[in-house]
């Protein structure tokens, strides 16, 4: 038996009986866990507030030789785009559809017990920036982008077919924090060719469509 603490990431959560919730999250030193919470849906304590996607806090957990999921008891929270939008004002469902895209990205690419500190940084960054204001628009091409990079399947950007508006917001934004990212001013155009094009980019590596991408683009129709 192993009594872990790591800095972890939220990536989802999911029923699992009346009160408990299984948790995937990723950790900066040993890559991505499945967990039980116990009682979590009741437990404002040790959970409260702490699994929404892409909150960063402190998770403490136990793991058993054989054993596929381990017993999460606690995760700490230090920062959650949710209470970040609360403070900026930012719209908190385009906030929660939008980490819910990430965290959803970030489940698919991660492997199981690999630690990537490169994708729980990117992980860390766009969840840091989430929720300030700006133009969640970029900071989501600007995820996409970084995702498909570490993977090694993003091409040359003067190879790419978008506009020349398009591949000048990439060459420019890749060398941007996140915080910079939704700050920089970019047509909506351009960001839209972008969008479609990781898009057939993620899904041919996917091998499908994610829910939380459909999501996003509904609302943003909504809006």
Partial sequence: ???????????????????????????????????????????????????????????????????????????????????????????????????????????????????????????????DALGRGGSMEALARYFEYWLLKLEGVYPAIADTDVSAEAQAFLTVARRMTPRQVIKHPVGRRALREVERMHQRMIAMHLEKELKSARIVRELRQDL
Wanted: hydrophobic content about 40%.
């Fill in 1 to 127: 038996m192993k009594v872990l603490a790591a800095d972890a990431l939220i990536l989802r959560t999911y029923r699992y009986g009346e009160a408990d919730r299984i948790v995937v999250f990723l950790t900066v030193d040993h890559g991505k866990k499945r967990g039980v919470a116990k009682n979590a849906s009741k437990s404002r304590r040790r959970f409260g507030g702490a699994l929404e996607p892409l909150t960063r806090g402190r998770a403490h957990y136990v793991e058993r030789e054989g054993r596929e999921l381990v017993r999460l008891d606690r995760i700490e929270p230090k920062r959650s785009p949710m209470q970040t939008s609360t403070a900026h004002e930012a719209d908190p469902a385009s906030v929660l559809a939008h980490a819910s895209y990430f965290a959803e990205l970030l489940d698919e690419w991660s492997p199981e017990n690999a630690a990537n500190d490169r994708l729980f940084r990117l992980g860390a960054g766009v969840g």
